[in-house]
């Protein structure tokens, strides 16, 4: 369990709040703080929110996948829809599932022979040189470091492109996508929306295996309408503004380490005070970030609505990450799970499938597969972001 949650838990259950700060070496200020938040939007403000999908298939009885896999081993080269047919014919009086759930089944079980696909290759995108507060916000997550407790600690930073104002500092047990989604969504309520975020390809701000390398966080802030922008591999310095933040909190809030979480998300706290409105920038003429930076015009009210009127139809994307038209069942990617499409025909038997303002694909009748089309995020030939 997180540390945070433990610290709330014993509180509700009648203990101190100075007895607690003792034990897990943080002051008043820090337990409290977790404490409003807490109270403020419960324990979604301290922990990841589900991603557990609304409905469930239907699992089929034991009975009937153990002949289904039985009559795969007698057919090895046979595909599900041979197997399924095989299987109404032996068992007439038996309900057949379908195509879809006999090949679920049999890949469960090793079965099925993927296809390997052409992986996506990162190349970085168009990178933008605004002068604007919020026109850009950057985010990384700083290396891991052991603590105390011989645990590690992921810091998730975001800072803002033309103030270097620090944002977030949030110490975290691990990169994992759902607690990435939390820290952003309480910077949003927070700042407001940028107009565009800047990193790198890794996890969670992107994904080798997606579509476009787009991953389930980048998803949604292109929900937000918040354009995103990354680095090419290998180039750090694409990002070097928040690099060199990275140093510096490095040398004075690692050296030594907390003692837990909750102790290092202290020190982050005190260095992020100093940091915004003590410490002089070189770069801003000895000026503070807070000095240059002002809250987004943007505000965060959650995903708003959306609507494809340009296009023959608006789809919404299973959990399994498929789109389902017309009793056809097209494979498109998990990373836009929940999240709706536009489909509209441009050629015979071929159609082009839609995300915001952004064309990603098509599929025609007889593959029931998205193919990608030109990478609407790629990069472009234009003048190289300063640093």
């Known amino acids: 369990m997180d540390e945070k949650l433990k610290f709330i838990a014993r509180l509700l259950d009648g203990e101190s709040m100075a ?3 003792r034990e897990f070496s943080i002051s008043r200020k820090t337990g409290y703080k977790i404490w409003s938040r807490y109270q403020a939007s419960g324990l979604e403000a301290l922990s990841d929110r589900s991603r557990r999908p609304y409905k469930q298939a239907n699992r089929l009885p034991f009975q009937i996948e153990k002949l289904l896999v039985q009559l795969k081993h007698e ?6 829809p041979k197997i399924r047919e095989l299987f109404v014919r032996k068992h007439p009086d038996v309900n057949p599932p379908a195509k879809s759930t006999v090949h679920a089944v049999l890949e469960r079980h090793g079965l099925v022979t ?13 990178l933008s040189n605004t002068q604007k507060p919020n026109g850009l916000w950057c985010a990384d997550y700083k290396g891991e470091f052991m603590m105390g407790n011989k645990s590690y600690c992921y810091p998730l930073t975001i800072t803002d492109f033309s103030s270097r104002y620090l944002l977030t500092c ?5 990169t994992k996508e759902q607690y990435a989604f939390t820290v952003f969504e ?6 407001g929306l940028p107009h565009a975020i800047r990193t790198d390809n890794g996890v969670p701000f992107a994904s080798a295996h997606a579509l476009f390398g787009l991953s389930k966080l980048s998803v949604w802030w292109l929900r937000l309408g918040i354009d995103i922008e990354r680095i090419k591999p290998g180039h750090p310095e694409q990002n070097g503004r928040h690099e060199r933040m990275h140093l510096t909190l490095k040398k004075e809030t690692t050296k030594p380490a907390g003692a837990n979480l909750l102790q290092q998300q202290e020190r982050f706290d005190g260095f992020k005070q100093e940091f ?6 070189q770069a801003l003429n000895m000026q503070t970030p807070s000095s240059r930076y002002a809250m987004s015009l943007r505000q965060y ?8 009127p340009l296009h023959e139809r608006t789809l919404t994307v299973t959990e399994c990450g498929r789109i389902c038209m017309d009793r056809r069942k097209i494979n498109f990617s998990r990373v836009f799970a929940g999240q709706k499409v536009g489909v509209t025909q441009v050629d015979d038997k071929i159609w082009m499938v839609s995300f915001m303002g952004y064309d990603l694909g098509y599929f025609d009748e007889e593959t029931n597969r998205v193919e990608p089309g030109e990478n609407p995020f790629g990069a472009k030939v234009l003048p190289m972001s300063p640093v």
């Open 19 to 21: 007895s607690l700060c």
């Open 75 to 80: 057919k090895p080269s046979w595909g599900a």
């Open 114 to 126: 993927k296809k390997k696909r052409r992986r996506y290759r990162a190349e970085g995108t168009a």
């Open 170 to 174: 949030e110490a975290l047990e691990t």
């Open 186 to 191: 309480n910077t949003f309520k927070e700042f």
């Open 276 to 281: 915004n409105f003590e410490r002089p920038h």
């Open 301 to 308: 009210n959650g995903l708003p609505e959306v609507e494809y």
